[in-house]
């Protein structure tokens, strides 16, 4: 047999670059030209680099024209720096601050406008008018409840008028006078008026009364004839005798004192200040006078008879 030749020496394994040695600058083309620096002819591909039928149908590559080489990559082409220099340069690039933006300019401000004419205001429409909006009659609910409430206003009111004519007399004036002429066993009293006055201090007509009294009750008698005496009494409101009983004689229808068929019977007692004859003007009660009847002024108690009893008017002279 024939000797076998020599081995061939193994083909050296093709270097395949790394990922840390690749710049931003790197191109295809020097991928390839790594592997022919190299000194290693390119390998078919085999069977086995091909990749493994998955049953997904691989699109064909369309060949396109290489495009013409810029001349950044032209100039890479010509000289490749190391991947150290280029990482240097990137940090450096990062490093270094970048210009700040310049300041917009400033536009030139604008020219103040003329100042625009008031618009005349149209004039003021009339609002249209509205009808009254009519409202729904009430329902039977609220009908009683008018109806119990109109009830209860007139009986307030009813009660109101009544207590505020209670309080006011209704009797007609006069009508607790007695009927004039009054003629009695000695004589005849034509009419009689009553009223209050001050009491008169000096003089020969002088009162004889208290002297802390400020008002006085007087009655005035008229005569219309006959011979005898007439004795007044006054008495409060409640029946109690005031001051003491004043006597007049008088002949053939006149009065012994004065000569007069007139004359005054004041009481020896009334009134000690303004504010309780003003009470006595707004209230009802009155006090009283009585007059009596008898033979002769110095005659017994027993022969005097009443004549009348009359009140006495609040009226002030």
């Given amino acids: ?38 000194g290693v002819p390119p390998e078919e591909p085999s069977d086995a680099d091909e990749p493994a039928d998955t049953g997904a149908t691989t699109p064909p590559v369309v060949d396109e024209p290489p495009d013409e080489p810029s001349p950044a990559e032209s100039e890479t082409d010509e000289a490749p720096e190391p991947a150290a220099e280029e990482e240097a340069e990137s940090s450096t690039e990062a490093s270094e601050p970048e210009p700040a933006a310049e300041a917009p300019e400033e536009e030139p401000a604008a020219a103040p406008s003329e100042a625009p004419t008031p618009d005349v205001a149209p004039a003021p429409t009339k609002p249209e008018a509205k009808s009254p ?40 004036l006069g009508s607790d006078l007695p009927d004039f002429p009054i003629e009695g066993n000695h004589g005849e009293v034509a009419s009689a008026s009553t009223f209050w006055r001050t009491p008169i201090r000096e003089g020969e007509g002088r009162d004889v009364a208290r002297a802390d009294v400020s008002h006085l009750p007087v009655v005035t008698l008229r005569l219309n004839g006959g011979s005898g005496a007439l004795r007044a009494i006054f008495r409060t409101d409640r029946g109690d005798f005031v001051g003491d009983s004043i006597t007049r004689t008088f002949e053939n229808g006149r009065f012994v004192d004065n000569g007069s068929n007139t004359m005054d019977f004041p009481a020896t007692d009334g009134f000690e200040t303004d504010g309780e004859y003003n009470g006595y003007r707004v209230g009802r009660e009155r006090w009283t006078v009585e007059i009596l009847e008898g033979p002769a002024a110095n005659a017994a108690g027993s022969s005097f008879r009443s004549l009348f009893t009359t009140p006495i008017s609040p009226e002030r002279r």
């Fill in 1 to 38: 047999m024939a000797d076998d030749p020599a081995p061939q020496p193994s083909q050296p394994r093709r270097h395949r670059p790394r990922l840390s040695e690749l710049s931003r600058e790197t191109t295809e083309d020097d991928l390839w030209d790594l592997d022919n620096d190299a």
């Fill in 133 to 172: 909006a009519t409202l729904p009659p009430p329902n039977p609910r609220e009908k009683i409840s008018l109806a119990v409430m109109a009830v209860i206003f007139l009986g307030l009111a009813i009660w109101w008028f009544v207590g505020l004519f209670s309080d006011v007399a209704t009797e007609r």
